[in-house]
């Protein structure tokens, strides 16, 4: 029982999603990482955490102030204006 014990140590056992978190990509994102359901939401997620998204070579961001995330927010509008899209 030991042994078993000490394989699973540090395995996962939920799953879950950050509140204010963003993985930027620069190619379509499941082409990168694993994707998983949101069954609450509808949509998909990014399957991998955090250091595992920055292993592959995403952009993970953890959007915790009103500020940071208004400022993303006029990133599409920025990208269009410069024809980046």
Known sequence: MFE?????EGTKIIQSKHAAGIVISPQPIHDVCPM???????????GFE???CEDVGLLK??????????KIMEVPSILQ???YT
């Open 36 to 46: 998983v359901l949101d069954r609450e939401e509808k949509d998909l997620l990014a």
């Open 4 to 8: 078993q014990a000490i394989r699973l």
């Open 81 to 83: 204006e410069h024809n």
């Open 50 to 52: 955090g250091q595992s």
């Open 61 to 70: 961001l953890d959007v915790l102030g009103i500020k940071m995330l208004d």
